[in-house]
Nanobody, 112 residues
Framework: VQLVESGGGVVQAGESLRLSCAAS????????MSWYRQAPAQEREWVGS???????SYADSTKGRFTISRDNARNTVYLQMNSLKSEDSGSYYC???????RGQGTQVSVSS
């Protein structure tokens, strides 16, 4: 199983980014999928998840601004991030919570 994130970058506060998590060796539709982030010297933070049935859930810090979706044909999970804030900066990675498999992450930097 391999998970590969992409889409990170440097943006201004208020802008948007869409992260992708492309899976191989497993089907995203058969797994719950989660996004996490970690800023330097800070604890890892759960961002949100999408369940097998497509139901999504989010951390309070991201609710209303971030949206997780899934494209079964592309075998990819997305994290749409709007109204970005400087505190959203960090390394974002996707993870299959039931197996612990995760990607290497993609870096997001939001300047105020």
């Amino acid at each position: 199983v391999q998970l590969v994130e992409s889409g990170g970058g440097v943006v201004q506060a208020g802008e948007s980014l869409r992260l992708s998590c492309a899976a191989s060796g497993t089907r995203v539709r058969d797994n719950p999928m989660s996004w996490y982030r970690q800023a330097p010297a800070q604890e890892r933070e759960w961002v949100g998840s999408i369940a097998i049935d497509g139901v999504t859930s989010y951390a309070d810090s991201t609710k209303g601004r971030f949206t997780i979706s899934r494209d079964n044909a592309r075998n990819t999970v997305y994290l749409q991030m709007n109204s970005l804030k400087s505190e959203d900066s960090g390394s974002y990675y996707c993870k299959i919570p039931t197996t612990g498999q995760r990607g290497q992450g993609t870096q997001v930097s939001v300047s105020s």
